[in-house]
């Protein structure tokens, strides 16, 4: 119910004003284009709070009284995802803009527990989806697509990890999205590259249109790609 974009530019839309609520995160406080941001949110008087380890922002917050989430330091922003996240999760739930269930949590924490232990390359005799996953794009180009629209987040950060972890490429878009341009790409009549794995990342409980439509994506990519995974 509230309007909320993500903005990952050096500049911000041109509508914020002293009515807008600009939260600012940089896990290290010192990213280029979020403190650009920052500092026009502080001229056009926005209503500003910050959420960062430290850094320019930090500074920034405690010289002017700014609303000041402080997240632990030392850690790359691939492994501090997790303090960012919670952290403005919890802050959105304090202003009752929905309700978040101590259960809810513990249910996360939980599974990714499991999830850990079960995807332990010691423990699981190397037989475990995420291995096996890995062996398969290993040296490889992966491309990962999707039905569900809330499973975009999940692309996006394999994608990243991939970028970061692995310093190999890898790209990743939503279907229907994808349907409209990208996918006349795989009509190319030249074979496509071996390096390519394309990763159907699949909700086993979507139907209707978005199943049909991942299942055509699929016929059609098969024709140009043998390396198809598909991970429910």
């Known amino acids: 119910t509230v309007p909320l974009i993500v903005n990952r530019k050096e500049f911000l839309p041109a509508y914020v004003s002293d009515k807008t609520l600009v939260i600012v995160s940089s896990n290290s406080g010192n990213t280029a284009e979020t403190i650009s941001a920052y500092q026009q949110a502080s001229e056009k008087k926005a209503q500003i709070m910050i959420i960062t380890s430290g850094g320019k922002l930090k500074e920034e917050a405690k010289a002017n009284n700014l609303a000041l989430l402080e997240i632990p330091s030392g850690y790359p922003p691939r492994q501090a995802f997790g303090f960012a996240f919670f952290t403005l999760l919890f802050q959105f739930s304090a202003w009752n803009w929905f309700t978040l269930e101590k259960k ?129």
């Open 104 to 232: 809810e949590i513990s249910d996360v924490k939980t599974t990714v527990k499991t999830l850990l232990k079960r995807n332990q390359p010691t423990k699981s005799n190397k037989n475990s989806m995420s291995f096996n996953i890995a062996r398969t794009i290993y040296k490889k180009i992966p491309i990962f697509y999707t039905a569900t629209p809330w499973l975009d987040p999940v692309l996006t950060r394999w994608r990243n990890q991939i970028h970061e972890n692995s310093k190999s490429l890898a790209f990743s878009n939503v279907i229907p999205e994808m349907n409209h341009n990208e996918i006349v790409g795989w009509e190319m009549d030249y074979p496509v590259n071996d390096n390519l794995v394309v990763v159907l990342l699949q909700d086993m409980n979507v139907t209707g249109d978005r199943k049909r439509r991942l299942n055509l994506t699929r016929e059609i990519i098969a024709k140009k790609c043998q390396n198809i995974v598909d991970v429910y």
